[in-house]
């Protein structure tokens, strides 16, 4: 994984996920891939890919909301918790783009949003998103 210079204490991603993400991305081009990050504090240790519902999934991704409801009851019955989102940016670079920073909600949760084969790592704050670096977990 490549150091984006971001600043702060870095999150984990379990072993291999950083290149599902990737194959996310290329097997939903030219749209938009979605799904959710599931572990522990700032630890990713699995992905749970969803359904793109939006109305354009070309230019915008919205998580299937039965696949969120899952997850949800899921860490409620000790299952791991929902940590945060990834989606793909299949025309533009891995950075919030401008819908990604009007839906901004200051919950913490981390970003994930792969782009020109790379996944960039986002906190969503109250002061908007923050790049954070991120280290493949060992083993």
Not at 80 to 103: F, K, L, M, W
Not at 117 to 130: H, I, L, M, P
């Amino acid at each position: 994984m490549p150091d984006d210079g971001s600043s702060g204490v870095p999150i984990t991603i379990a072993a291999g996920l950083y290149d599902k993400l990737l194959a996310e991305a290329r097997h939903a081009h030219p749209a938009e891939c979605c799904g959710l990050l599931l572990g522990t504090g700032d630890a990713i240790a699995s992905i749970l890919p969803a359904a793109n519902v939006a109305a354009d999934p070309l230019r915008h991704f919205e998580i299937d909301p039965a696949t969120l409801l899952g997850a949800h009851r899921a860490a409620r019955a000790d299952g791991p918790a929902v940590i945060g989102y990834y989606h793909s940016h299949p025309q533009g670079p891995a950075r919030p783009s401008a819908t990604d920073r009007e839906h901004s909600t200051g919950d913490l949760r981390i970003w994930a949003i792969v782009a020109a084969g790379q996944v960039a790592f986002w906190r969503d704050t109250v002061k908007g998103f923050e790049s954070v670096a991120c280290r493949e977990a060992d083993g």
